[in-house]
Each structure stands twice: as C-alpha cells, then as structure tokens.
C-alpha cells in the first residue's frame, strides 16, 4: 500500500517508512510489548 502511495506522490517518497522507523525506535524506548510495536509499525508506514 505505501509503495502505491509513494508512486503517486514521489515528493513523500520514503517518508512512510521513516516515520515507522521513529515510532518503532519512540515504542521500544517506551518499552512496549512486541505485538504493540508490530501495530505501530504497519500504521506509520500508512500515514
């Protein structure tokens, strides 16, 4: 799904996939759980 939006709109091209990389690295300081990490992962890579 990203990768369609990217091809749409290459001027955010990337940009999904670093605001994932940010909240995963934000999740795991906060210590969360595996499976809650995993969720914030797959939304970041939809915004």
């Known amino acids: 799904m ?3 939006i990217e091809t749409r709109d290459p001027y955010t ?4 996939e670093r605001v ?3 909240a995963v690295a934000m999740a ?3 210590g ?3 499976d809650q990490i995993e969720g ?3 939304a ?4």
């Open 2 to 4: 990203t990768r369609t």
């Open 40 to 42: 914030i992962h797959m």
């Open 28 to 30: 795991e300081e906060m």
């Open 13 to 16: 091209a990337g940009h999904q």
């Open 32 to 34: 969360l759980e595996k």
């Open 20 to 22: 994932a990389r940010l």
């Open 44 to 47: 970041g890579r939809m915004t």
